[in-house]
């Protein structure tokens, strides 16, 4: 019989066993962003102290922790984080090890904040703009004289990865998965309007003709008209360029040559807005997150425009005006642009 005062021999060794696995709780810095400079702050996150503060001011309601027990992330440091993200468009492990804080807290505080910034949509992407649309035709007609002109349009494809549901809707002609988007913009690269949900497949016309803002202008609720490429119908409310203009110096090759040069605009803003969030070069989640991720980068790239902060180089916009199909112009859109031609060139 064993002796009642010595303890049992086999739980000694299990305590031992367990304490030599237990892992010892390992709390990592955290990091100060606003203590950094500049610079540092414009490469990674692409914007200025003053402008992180400002978007902390406007989020904090949406993206602050519940609890402040223990390590909770601050409203400011969630922010950060998914500012990272988007300039980055790193995976979400090399976010974690370098704002000190796991994947699985990454990927949360993405969502927060896109789903925070999806919130501003209404408020920060407005068309025709924020200015009197006087002012809007105005800033155009500088550009190149063509009169009326209250913003550019063109889709542009966002990859994805294959989604698991009708995953041969989102090759577009390129053969990769994405998301066509459609944007609108004025004469200051302001984002105007914007179409994040259709499937790499359809086509710029079709994104446009099913928008809402179409029907829009087919109320007559606009005074003035969009500039889009060859990729859609010539309509009163949206002016395409001549296919095959006059031969020589005419009036007719003068409009197409300002019509190119205005609707520069929009692919100039498809540039910065892609250079500066290179999440944009191909986004790793589902298609539904895709989409808000997307809408959250337009409404970051307003304020940041707003805001006047620095953007990197752009890239070469992928221009998708060689469009295999060349939608029939419609004979109202004809007569708007020729009448322009005739008393402007």
């Given at each position: 019989?064993g002796c009642?005062?010595?303890r049992n021999?086999?739980?000694?060794?299990?305590?031992?066993?367990r304490?030599?696995?237990?892992?010892?709780?390992?709390?990592?810095?955290?990091?100060?962003v606003l203590?950094?400079?500049e610079?540092?702050?414009?490469e990674?996150?692409?914007?200025?102290?003053?402008?992180?503060?400002?978007?902390?001011n406007i989020?904090?309601p949406y993206?602050s922790?519940?609890?402040?027990?223990?390590?909770?992330l601050?409203a400011?440091q969630?922010?950060?984080?998914a500012?990272r993200f988007?300039?980055n468009?790193?995976?979400l492990?090399?976010i974690g090890d370098?704002?000190?804080v796991g994947?699985?807290?990454v990927?949360?505080a993405?969502?927060?904040?896109?789903?925070?910034l999806?919130?501003?949509?209404?408020?920060m992407?407005v068309?025709?703009g924020h200015?009197?649309?006087?002012?809007?035709k105005?800033e155009?007609?500088r550009?190149?004289?063509?009169?009326?002109v209250?913003g550019c349009?063109?889709g542009?494809?966002?990859?994805?990865t294959a989604?698991a549901e009708?995953e041969g809707?989102?090759?577009?002609r390129?053969?990769?998965?994405?998301?066509?988007?459609?944007i609108?913009c004025?004469?200051?690269?302001?984002?105007?309007?914007?179409?994040a949900k259709?499937p790499?497949s359809?086509?710029?016309?079709?994104?446009?003709?099913e928008?809402?803002?179409?029907n829009?202008?087919?109320r007559g609720?606009?005074?003035g008209y969009?500039?889009?490429d060859?990729g859609y119908p010539?309509q009163?409310?949206?002016?395409?360029?001549?296919?095959d203009?006059?031969?020589g110096?005419?009036?007719q090759?003068?409009?197409n040559?300002?019509h190119c040069?205005?609707?520069a605009?929009?692919e100039?803003?498809?540039g910065?807005?892609?250079s500066?969030f290179?999440?944009?070069?191909?986004l790793?989640?589902t298609?539904?997150?895709?989409?808000?991720i997307?809408?959250a980068?337009?409404?970051?790239h307003?304020?940041?425009?707003i805001r006047?902060e620095?953007?990197?180089a752009?890239?070469?916009?992928?221009a998708?005006?060689d469009?295999?199909?060349?939608?029939?112009?419609?004979?109202?859109g004809?007569a708007?642009r020729d009448?322009i031609?005739r008393?402007?060139?």
């Amino acid at each position: 019989m064993g002796c009642p005062y010595i303890r049992n021999p086999i739980d000694i060794e299990e305590e031992i066993i367990r304490n030599a696995l237990r892992r010892e709780r390992i709390v990592r810095p955290r990091l100060d962003v606003l203590s950094l400079p500049e610079e540092y702050l414009l490469e990674r996150y692409r914007f200025s102290s003053t402008s992180i503060i400002y978007l902390n001011n406007i989020l904090r309601p949406y993206i602050s922790n519940l609890t402040q027990c223990g390590r909770a992330l601050t409203a400011e440091q969630i922010l950060c984080i998914a500012l990272r993200f988007y300039a980055n468009g790193s995976f979400l492990y090399n976010i974690g090890d370098a704002e000190h804080v796991g994947k699985a807290t990454v990927c949360r505080a993405v969502r927060n904040v896109t789903l925070a910034l999806k919130r501003l949509l209404s408020v920060m992407v407005v068309f025709p703009g924020h200015k009197p649309i006087g002012n809007i035709k105005e800033e155009f007609h500088r550009i190149a004289g063509l009169p009326n002109v209250i913003g550019c349009v063109d889709g542009t494809h966002i990859p994805i990865t294959a989604p698991a549901e009708n995953e041969g809707d989102y090759v577009n002609r390129k053969s990769f998965h994405s998301i066509n988007v459609q944007i609108i913009c004025d004469a200051a690269n302001l984002i105007t309007n914007v179409e994040a949900k259709w499937p790499g497949s359809v086509h710029d016309s079709w994104v446009y003709r099913e928008s809402s803002l179409s029907n829009t202008f087919a109320r007559g609720e606009f005074d003035g008209y969009l500039l889009g490429d060859r990729g859609y119908p010539c309509q009163p409310s949206l002016l395409t360029p001549y296919p095959d203009p006059e031969p020589g110096p005419g009036p007719q090759q003068h409009f197409n040559v300002a019509h190119c040069r205005t609707r520069a605009w929009v692919e100039m803003t498809i540039g910065i807005f892609k250079s500066r969030f290179q999440c944009l070069r191909k986004l790793r989640v589902t298609r539904e997150r895709a989409c808000d991720i997307i809408v959250a980068c337009v409404v970051l790239h307003n304020i940041a425009t707003i805001r006047g902060e620095q953007h990197p180089a752009v890239q070469s916009h992928d221009a998708d005006d060689d469009h295999p199909i060349h939608p029939a112009d419609v004979q109202d859109g004809r007569a708007v642009r020729d009448l322009i031609c005739r008393n402007y060139f």
